[in-house]
């Protein structure tokens, strides 16, 4: 499972470095599908993951700042930063024994869920690979190259 959060956290952060040369608005524009705008859903995965693991799973008290107080590209790498360092420990030291540790998770109606942790991890996971893939098809209709989603050829894995 680390690997594949390695794996994240390396194509986020290609995405970061994707949007530098583009404009507010291009990044702010309304597209079809998903979150439909790049920025607010590069926002929408570092909140989720950083909700689910470090609020949801660690009973930390968490503040992730709404998406208005984020003002830009650079605030937002920021703050990806801020929830890796907080998260990151904790995906490391990662073992078996949580896999099926109870976690309750409270929806916005107030209604209380249980979730095993392993499928909490694996949720944050999917979570990210599939936003990733609409940012990929909202840059080919700008006529921008994405981000390579190959996990192969990223040194996670060594011969």
Known sequence: MLKLFQYNWQVRNDWFDWCEPVSMEELMKKRTG????????????????????????QGKPIHIPSFGEVTGL?????????CHAELAPFVYNWNDSLEDRIVIDITDEGEHVPHKCGEVMRHVLAHEIHHI????????????????????GRGLYEI
């Open 34 to 57: 998903g979150i439909g705008y790049i920025l607010p859903t590069l926002y929408h995965i570092i909140a989720v993951e950083y909700g689910w693991i470090c609020g949801t799973i």
């Open 74 to 82: 650079r605030q937002m790498k920021q703050l990806s930063e801020r």
């Open 133 to 152: 893939g609409q940012l990929s098809i909202w840059s080919r209709e700008m006529g921008r190259k994405p981000v390579t989603a190959n996990l192969i």
